[in-house]
């Protein structure tokens, strides 16, 4: 008797555990490369393994700030954008973690804007249970999935997962919306610091700690951003980086050489670029990069065949009047 009930909790939590585990797989978004780290981490796992030479790393000013596929056309490198609207650097952290077990970028590109970010410890426990309950059942994740189900669904479930191409933005966050910014210069020359609180902090030298570690050059640049940057905030970035022996480029100090119009540049009145402004962006950085790195032009490689496919779709994708 005592036998019984011992059994059936077993059955019942067994019977639970395999419909989460088959719930998993159907909802989970193999090709999704929108927002949010999840889906970024599904979108750069997608490539293959190790064909992906530079990440860039952030909040929205990285995800729309630099686009992978005009380092494509016109360098010819291969890289993925990670950032993530609102990403913290904890979460920017853990993101690295997970894109190292499948890649090995020479180059990271840490936008500095998430310096500024912190997160209430009250709420660190409940994120630690989340996400271990996320990393067992994807469902967890992925709840609003059911949305979009569908027989079809069933059809298109590939049979070796995780091994799609990326979408032809490559994680760039595209948008050609206009609206100016007006308010006139906005770096202002100081001797003050904005300080990075302690939180912060410590996941930008575990960050610093991991590059290091993985032989990975890693490089600190601040989009234009009006609404969100001060010269005060750059000390502290400059500051950092020179203890660090980091490369740091502040695009806010060179808006006039990256010729940034803030009357069309910008889609929202200066927080954030549009593809206008990102393309003067990525092409500044293309140039750095082509100067002071090792990453190699990869358009004539067979491997990389696909990226000329997804280039095609992305210059489609982007035709602006």
């Given at each position: 008797m005592q036998s019984k009930h011992i059994i059936k909790p077993i059955l019942f939590f067994s019977g639970l555990f395999i419909l989460l585990y088959g719930l998993s797989y159907l909802f989970l978004p193999y090709n999704s490369t929108g927002e949010g780290p999840y889906k970024k981490l599904n979108g750069i796992l997608s490539a293959p393994k190790d064909t992906i030479d530079y990440i860039t790393?952030?909040?929205?000013?990285?995800?729309?700030?630099?686009?992978?596929?005009e380092l494509w056309n016109k360098?010819?490198?291969a890289g993925y954008n990670?950032?993530?609207?609102?990403?913290?650097?904890?979460?920017?952290?853990?993101?690295?973690?997970?894109i190292l077990n499948n890649q090995s970028p020479k180059v990271v590109l840490l936008e500095t804007n998430a310096f500024y970010r912190s997160f209430d410890y009250s709420n660190a426990?409940?994120?630690?249970v989340d996400k271990a309950a996320q990393n067992i059942f994807p469902v967890y994740k992925y709840h609003n999935s059911w949305k979009y189900f569908n027989l079809g669904t069933l059809e298109n479930i590939p049979k070796k997962p995780g091994h799609k191409i990326p979408r032809a933005y490559k994680g760039y966050q595209y948008n050609s919306v206009t609206k100016p910014y007006l308010d006139g210069p906005y770096v202002h020359k100081t001797d003050k610091i904005e300080p990075i609180d302690a939180q912060p902090l410590f996941y930008l030298n575990k960050i610093v700690d991991l590059c290091k570690e993985?032989?990975?050059?890693?490089?600190?640049?601040?989009?234009p951003t009006?609404?969100?940057?001060?010269y005060e905030k750059h000390n502290a970035a400059d500051s950092f980086a020179s203890k660090n022996n980091l490369t740091y480029i502040d695009l806010n100090l060179h808006a006039e050489k990256l010729k940034i119009d803030w009357a069309r540049d910008t889609r929202d009145k200066g927080n954030h670029m549009n593809y206008y402004?990102?393309?003067?962006?990525t092409d500044y950085i293309g140039d750095y990069l082509s100067e002071h790195t090792d990453l190699t032009d990869r358009r004539g490689q067979k491997q990389y065949a696909s990226w000329n496919t997804?280039?095609?779709?992305?210059?489609?994708?982007?035709?602006?009047?």
């Amino acid at each position: 008797m005592q036998s019984k009930h011992i059994i059936k909790p077993i059955l019942f939590f067994s019977g639970l555990f395999i419909l989460l585990y088959g719930l998993s797989y159907l909802f989970l978004p193999y090709n999704s490369t929108g927002e949010g780290p999840y889906k970024k981490l599904n979108g750069i796992l997608s490539a293959p393994k190790d064909t992906i030479d530079y990440i860039t790393l952030g909040d929205s000013e990285c995800s729309t700030s630099i686009s992978p596929m005009e380092l494509w056309n016109k360098h010819g490198y291969a890289g993925y954008n990670c950032g993530v609207p609102g990403q913290r650097l904890q979460d920017t952290y853990y993101l690295l973690q997970q894109i190292l077990n499948n890649q090995s970028p020479k180059v990271v590109l840490l936008e500095t804007n998430a310096f500024y970010r912190s997160f209430d410890y009250s709420n660190a426990l409940q994120d630690a249970v989340d996400k271990a309950a996320q990393n067992i059942f994807p469902v967890y994740k992925y709840h609003n999935s059911w949305k979009y189900f569908n027989l079809g669904t069933l059809e298109n479930i590939p049979k070796k997962p995780g091994h799609k191409i990326p979408r032809a933005y490559k994680g760039y966050q595209y948008n050609s919306v206009t609206k100016p910014y007006l308010d006139g210069p906005y770096v202002h020359k100081t001797d003050k610091i904005e300080p990075i609180d302690a939180q912060p902090l410590f996941y930008l030298n575990k960050i610093v700690d991991l590059c290091k570690e993985r032989n990975i050059q890693l490089i600190l640049y601040s989009a234009p951003t009006p609404l969100c940057w001060t010269y005060e905030k750059h000390n502290a970035a400059d500051s950092f980086a020179s203890k660090n022996n980091l490369t740091y480029i502040d695009l806010n100090l060179h808006a006039e050489k990256l010729k940034i119009d803030w009357a069309r540049d910008t889609r929202d009145k200066g927080n954030h670029m549009n593809y206008y402004g990102a393309k003067k962006v990525t092409d500044y950085i293309g140039d750095y990069l082509s100067e002071h790195t090792d990453l190699t032009d990869r358009r004539g490689q067979k491997q990389y065949a696909s990226w000329n496919t997804a280039l095609k779709k992305y210059l489609k994708l982007t035709q602006v009047s």
